[in-house]
């Protein structure tokens, strides 16, 4: 087997402490995207798992929005969750809140724990994909697993 980059090692080892035997897999091409990542593993848009980290305007805090590849978040709905509007994260502001960059920000395995909202949507197939810490890395799961590993509150985000 190849030997993992260190951020999807890390992934790795989140896994694995969690109780979980699953595989991180390196691709060579991109996964960067959902649709590039869906493209990469032959599977929909809709059941690739997208980490994406927002920002809270007033406080400035990390929230991991973890949705379908298919859908938009409707950032409505997640100020409503939160009780402030949301501002801008960006680049730099992810990886110090989540130890990775953007387009590999898995949905485990953070610098520290993250308020977190579940795509309802995820939940609906047999398996989805994840990002695993770089934009070449994922590893397959169970909406059941998802919900185990992230433990977040399951919502209607679109
Ligand atoms: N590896 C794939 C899924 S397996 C992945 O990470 N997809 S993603 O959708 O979760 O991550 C890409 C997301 O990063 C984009 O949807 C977008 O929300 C965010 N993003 C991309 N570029 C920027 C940027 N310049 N600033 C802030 N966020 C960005």
């Given at each position: 087997m190849q030997k993992l980059s260190p951020s999807a090692q890390k992934v790795q080892e989140a896994i694995r402490q969690r109780g979980y035997s699953v595989e991180v897999i390196e691709l060579p091409q991109s996964t960067r995207t959902a649709v590039e990542a869906a493209q990469a593993v032959g599977c929909e848009v809709a059941q690739i798992v997208k980490s994406l980290i927002f920002k809270t305007k007033r406080t400035a805090r990390p929230i991991l929005?973890?949705?379908?590849?298919?859908?938009?978040?409707?950032?409505?709905?997640?100020?409503?969750?939160?009780?402030?509007?949301?501002?801008?994260?960006?680049?730099?502001?992810?990886?110090?809140?989540?130890?990775?960059?953007?387009g590999g920000v898995p949905p485990l395995g953070h610098i520290q724990p993250l308020l977190t909202f579940i795509d309802e949507d995820l939940l609906q197939h047999e398996e989805i994909w994840a990002a695993a810490g770089t934009p070449h890395a994922v590893f397959r799961l169970t909406p059941q697993m998802l919900l185990e590993l992230c433990s977040g509150q399951v919502v209607k985000i679109r």
């Open positions: 929005v973890i949705a379908s590849g298919a859908n938009r978040v409707n950032e409505r709905t997640i100020e409503a969750l939160v009780g402030e509007p949301l501002g801008k994260a960006d680049a730099e502001f992810v990886r110090q809140q989540t130890g990775f960059a953007i």
